[in-house]
């Protein structure tokens, strides 16, 4: 029902950033931005959204303020240092806009936007289920 009520209004971008702000870290903590942990087909990332795009492997960090391109058929996951996941579809372009973990805080933020395409948050450690 959340999940429903998130994507017809949109919010669930939103959603996910609070999220990731209150989520308790794990052995993760201190390790700013996101973790490439699945990669599927031609996945991308650049500074700027109009590129240059260089190719993106599995394991390499995304950085605040970097942008991911996904071409057909092809599919990215990036895990936070809280273990919350987003996934990132087809054809899609995502911009993460912040990605980092305030010690002080014990907390993650993170500020993204879907630019054009689909993506799929799993911030199950604070909602006990997957924001769409």
């Known amino acids: 029902m959340l999940v429903n009520t998130l994507r017809q209004t949109g919010l669930w971008l939103p959603a996910l950033a609070v999220g990731l702000l209150l989520a308790a870290p794990d052995a993760h903590a ?75 805080q014990k907390a993650v933020k993170v500020e993204a936007t879907v630019v054009g395409g689909k993506a799929r948050a799993n911030a199950s450690k604070l909602v006990g289920s997957e924001a769409e």
């Open 30 to 104: 201190g390790k700013a931005g996101a973790k490439a942990t699945f990669v599927k087909g031609t996945v991308e990332v650049s500074k700027a959204e109009a590129g240059p795009f260089k190719k993106l492997k599995r394991n390499k960090k995304v950085k605040g303020g970097q942008f991911v391109r996904t071409g057909e058929a092809s599919r990215v996951e990036l895990t936070f240092a809280d273990g919350s996941i987003l996934r990132v579809g087809p054809g899609s372009v995502l911009h993460l806009a912040e990605a980092g973990y305030s010690a002080k």
